[in-house]
Nanobody, 125 residues
Framework: QVQLVESGGGLVPAGGSLRLSCAAS????????MGWYRQAPGKQRELVAT???????NYADSVKGRFIISRDNAKNTVYLQMNSLKPEDTAVYYC???????????????????WGKGTLVTVSS
């Protein structure tokens, strides 16, 4: 009943920018923290950035000063503005929501740890 759908990935030259979006759909009442993770070929999935419902952000050291995470609570959407992209940023980027309150019929229900299917970002050198 609740889905996360990412968009905005693509091919960009080194030094370029991309903006990823992730929209949560369903009869959503509230979303706790949201975040972006990435997985490069042959590597484990890693944290990129997170943002709480109140707007507190956290970034991986590798993206600090280059990426900006933001969210629009009214649209249940989280964004990732990626600037000064490097070839090592190439990965599949996944959206995450750690706790979502939503309506199932007339009942408020809580679900944990939602993931999108990912969007590919490729940075050419």
């Amino acid at each position: 009943q609740v889905q996360l759908v990412e968009s905005g990935g693509g091919l960009v030259p080194a030094g370029g920018s991309l903006r990823l979006s992730c929209a949560a759909s369903g009869s959503i009442f509230s979303i706790n923290a949201m975040g972006w993770y990435r997985q490069a070929p042959g590597k484990q999935r890693e944290l990129v950035a997170t943002i709480t419902a109140g707007g507190i952000t956290n970034y991986a050291d590798s993206v600090k000063g280059r990426f900006i995470i933001s969210r629009d609570n009214a649209k249940n959407t989280v964004y990732l503005q990626m600037n000064s992209l490097k070839p090592e940023d190439t990965a599949v980027y996944y959206c995450n929501a750690d706790r979502i309150a939503y309506y199932s019929g007339y009942t408020r229900t809580y679900g944990m740890d939602y993931w999108g299917k990912g969007t590919l970002v490729t940075v050419s050198s």
